[in-house]
């Protein structure tokens, strides 16, 4: 008996897993974007460049947005230049 409900629980699991799959791939096909949202946009990104090009800290350039932390910052600013080297997925480590 608990052979068979263990059976059916591990198909249901299965059904679950792809209507879930199905799910993501149509609203990646609508261009919805999964994951937390970006707390720098690419225009703030850009009025943040001179700041921290000019050696100041991390903290600075977080502190002139106030939405974002030390680590977005630094973390940001990280994700923008390995994209402007064009490495498809950077380590933020």
């Given at each position: 008996m608990l052979t068979v409900l263990g059976?059916?629980?591990?198909?249901?699991?299965?059904?679950?897993?792809?209507?879930?799959?199905?799910?993501?791939?149509?609203?990646?096909?609508?261009?919805?974007?999964?994951?937390?949202?970006?707390?720098?946009?690419?225009?703030?990104?850009r009025l943040a460049q001179p700041v921290t090009r000019a050696a100041h800290s991390s903290s600075r350039v977080a502190a002139s947005f106030r939405r974002i932390g030390f680590e977005t910052s630094g973390k940001t600013e990280r994700r923008f230049a390995a994209q402007?080297?064009?490495?498809a997925r950077p380590n933020l480590a």
């Open positions: 059976g059916l629980a591990e198909f249901e699991r299965e059904l679950i897993h792809l209507r879930t799959g199905e799910g993501r791939k149509r609203a990646k096909e609508r261009g919805v974007r999964f994951g937390r949202p970006r707390k720098l946009t690419r225009a703030n990104h402007r080297a064009g490495v």
